[in-house]
């Protein structure tokens, strides 16, 4: 009989240790390539506002941050840098500068989604028509599937 429950036991923790990792490898592996140098070095030019994601941020942790740079045009958002993988990310506009999960729970009904962020290494995310990066300040990275913060940045 114990060995019967050993068994179970161990079969029910493999079977959900393997459904984890694939929910955090699944959008890896089917993450398209991030934008290409070159459409990157074009926002340059065109950016009304730059910031930076910091990797050490005090709601960032090992499995959640971003790093590098992010610049606000009037029609998208370019980061030029690395998140970390994951599942569901999304590109928030927010009223204030938050940078822990609790924060931005407090401020996310008074923040603008742009979208879908599906790339790791670099992304270019379109604003919505009507949207307007001057009205706000900081731009956050969200994980929707788990609740989890992972970076923020002052663009202003």
Request: one cysteine or more; charged letters at 20%; proline letters at 7%.
């Amino acid at each position: 009989m114990l060995r019967r429950m050993t068994l179970l036991a161990t079969h029910l923790l493999t079977l959900a240790a393997g459904f984890a990792l694939g929910v955090y490898a699944l959008p890896i592996l089917t993450a398209p390539p991030g934008p290409d140098k070159a459409a990157l070095q074009a926002t340059h030019a065109a950016a009304v506002f730059k910031g930076r994601f910091d990797r050490n941020l005090k709601g960032s942790d090992v499995v959640h941050w971003g790093e590098g740079d992010v610049r606000i045009l009037p029609d998208m958002i370019a980061h030029e840098g690395r998140l970390a993988p994951g599942p569901d990310y999304k590109l928030y506009l927010a009223p204030e500068f938050v940078d822990t999960k609790e924060g931005f729970l407090k401020v996310k009904e008074k923040s603008a989604r742009v979208g879908d962020v599906k790339t790791f290494d670099g992304f270019l995310v379109p604003v919505p028509a009507g949207g307007d990066g001057g009205e706000y300040s900081p731009v956050g990275g969200w994980c929707a599937a788990f609740s989890q913060f992972i970076s923020a940045a002052k663009y202003r």
